[in-house]
C-alpha cells in the first residue's frame, strides 16, 4: 500500500522553538507539497517541490522554510515557533509530468505552540 | 489566483441524498478533484473530472460544467459513516500539478 508518512501525529513545542516536521513518500513520487488547515480558512499551501534540492513559496511561506535533500523525504521547519503557527500540517505528493493524478496525503501533524 | 467556493456546512437525513456544490474562478482550468476527510484524518481521494459531464462511482457521482465553473458531489443513499468534511479542489495547468482547495463543506448526516 502506498504511503505519506508524516513523523508525528501530535505535537507541542514553546514559542520560538525551531520545528521540524518530516515527511516521507514510497512511491517514487516527484511532487511533494506541505499545506496548513485551519477551520473556516481550508487548505492552505505553503511551500512546494518539484524535484530534490528545489523548492517554491506558496501562498503562505512566511515562518517557514523547506527542505529536500533526498527524493522521499520533504521537511518543513519552523525557525521560530509562534501561536499564531498552531495548525494541522499535511503533506502530499504525486507525480511529476503533465497528468498527475490528484495527491496522497500523509497523516497530518496537530502542532500546537504555547 | 484561484477562487473556490463551497458551502461551509450541510446537515442530512440517513439514507437520502444530498448534493455538495462548489464553484470556482481559474485560468488553465486542468481538473477538479473532490476529497473526504473524517475528522482529524488525511483527506482521501474520491473523483476526478476533467471533461463535462457526470462521473459514476457507487454511491458517489460527480458533475462538471466547465464553461460555467461548476461542479457537484452526489451522495445516494447516505449512511452515517459520510459525516465528513468534502473537499473541492482544482488544478490549473501553469502550476504543474499542484491543487487548490475550497475551504471545505461539512455534512452531518442525521438518523
Known amino acids: 500500500d502506498v504511503k505519506v508518512t508524516q513523523s508525528s501525529r501530535y505535537l507541542v513545542k514553546r514559542t520560538g522553538e525551531k520545528v521540524f516536521l518530516e515527511c516521507v513518500q514510497d512511491?517514487?513520487?516527484?511532487?511533494m507539497f506541505w499545506y496548513r488547515q485551519d477551520p473556516g480558512l481550508g487548505l492552505r499551501l505553503i511551500y512546494f517541490?518539484?524535484?530534490?534540492?528545489?523548492?517554491e513559496k506558496g501562498d503562505i511561506p512566511e515562518g517557514y522554510s523547506v527542505s529536500r535533500e533526498k527524493k522521499e523525504r520533504f521537511s518543513l521547519i519552523l525557525e521560530s515557533a509562534s501561536t499564531n503557527q498552531t495548525s494541522m500540517y499535511l503533506c502530499?505528493?504525486?507525480?511529476?509530468?503533465?497528468?498527475?493524478?490528484?495527491?496522497?496525503f500523509g497523516s497530518g501533524t496537530r502542532l500546537t505552540v504555547v | 489566483g484561484q477562487n473556490i467556493d463551497q458551502p461551509t456546512e450541510m446537515t442530512a437525513t440517513e439514507g437520502a441524498i444530498v448534493q455538495i456544490n462548489c464553484t470556482y474562478q481559474?485560468?488553465?482550468?486542468?481538473?477538479l478533484f473532490w476529497y473526504q476527510q473524517h475528522a482529524g484524518e488525511a483527506p482521501t481521494f474520491l473523483s476526478y473530472?476533467?471533461?463535462?459531464g457526470l462521473e459514476e462511482k457507487g454511491r458517489f457521482s460527480s458533475f462538471l460544467s466547465r464553461s460555467k465553473g461548476y461542479s457537484y458531489l452526489l451522495l445516494k443513499e447516505l449512511q452515517m459513516k459520510d459525516s465528513a468534511s468534502y473537499l473541492c479542489?482544482?488544478?490549473?495547468?501553469?502550476?504543474?500539478?499542484?491543487?487548490?482547495f475550497g475551504g471545505g463543506t461539512r455534512l452531518m448526516v442525521k438518523p
Open positions: 517541490s518539484y524535484d530534490v534540492k528545489m523548492k
Open positions: 481559474t485560468s488553465g482550468f486542468n481538473g
Open positions: 479542489a482544482v488544478r490549473v495547468r501553469d502550476a504543474g500539478n499542484m491543487l487548490t
Open positions: 502530499a505528493s504525486n507525480k511529476g509530468g503533465g497528468l498527475g493524478y490528484g495527491y496522497t
Open positions: 473530472n476533467v471533461l463535462d
Open positions: 512511491m517514487d513520487h516527484e511532487n
